[in-house]
Antibody, heavy 121, light 110 residues
Framework: EVQLVESGGGLVQPGGSLRLSCAAS????????MNWVRQAPGKGLEWVSY????????YYADSVKGRFTISRDNAKNSLYLQMNSLRDEDTAVYYC??????????????WGQGTLVTVSS | QSALTQPRSVSGSPGQSVTISCTGT?????????VSWYQQHPGKAPKLMIY???KRPSGVPDRFSGSKSGNTASLTISGLQAEDEADYYC??????????FGGGTKLTVL
């Protein structure tokens, strides 16, 4: 059974930093691209970042570019999101999601349960 | 990219059909056949319901179907059931491995 478990969320002051983790199991993690998607309270979903299976290709939404860094450790079956210079508008539940991308496909087939990040003074 | 446009809410009675639209541009919905739909119950993670415009993952009832015409994609749920009440989000590939989501539609089963 595919499982994605996020951790690392919490309360942080504006301008602060936080590192999210996502532990993957039930599939060959090193063979799949991964993403972070967030959802502000009462709002819709927003794509945040993409990383390929080998970490060779990385993309960010404009809203987080230059402040967030996605990474992965295939030996530890883990995905990370380093978030710096946090702003109030970064407050959201952050989901890690496995993405199926390539020839004739692009969709998120498995999602974690999410971890809440609250940016507030 | 700007979010895709969905109606804020739709409703239907048990057994009826409802359709949720998702409008984008030629840079996302109209440019690729990579539209997916997600169901989200309150406090839960999104669940994939439709991918690549009209394909259903294993385990998703065939009451759920998807289509696309030009820059607008649609999700149709037939034979509405109480458990279908949830928020629904469309998503399209937008280039450079990025996805763009719709604002979400709240489905109420009357």
């Amino acid at each position: 059974e595919v499982q994605l478990v996020e951790s690392g969320g919490g309360l942080v002051q504006p301008g602060g930093s936080l590192r999210l983790s996502c532990a993957a199991s039930g599939f060959t993690f090193s063979s799949y691209s991964m993403n972070w998607v967030r959802q502000a309270p009462g709002k819709g979903l927003e794509w945040v970042s993409y990383i390929s299976s080998s970490s060779s290709t990385i993309y960010y939404a404009d809203s987080v570019k230059g402040r967030f860094t996605i990474s992965r450790d295939n030996a530890k079956n883990s995905l990370y999101l380093q978030m710096n210079s946090l702003r109030d508008e970064d407050t959201a539940v952050y989901y890690c999601a496995r993405v199926r991308v390539g020839a004739n496909k692009y969709y998120f087939d498995y999602w974690g349960q999410g971890t809440l990040v609250t940016v507030s003074s | 990219q700007s979010a895709l446009t969905q109606p804020r809410s739709v409703s239907g009675s048990p057994g009826q059909s409802v359709t949720i639209s998702c409008t984008g541009t030629s840079s996302d919905v109209g440019g690729y056949n990579y539209v997916s739909w997600y169901q989200q119950h309150p406090g839960k993670a999104p669940k994939l319901m439709i991918y690549d415009v009209s394909k259903r993952p294993s385990g998703v009832p065939d009451r759920f179907s998807g289509s696309k015409s030009g820059n607008t994609a649609s999700l149709t749920i037939s034979g509405l059931q109480a458990e279908d009440e949830a928020d629904y989000y469309c998503c399209s590939y937008a280039g450079s491995y990025a996805g763009v989501f719709g604002g979400g539609t709240k489905l109420t089963v009357l």
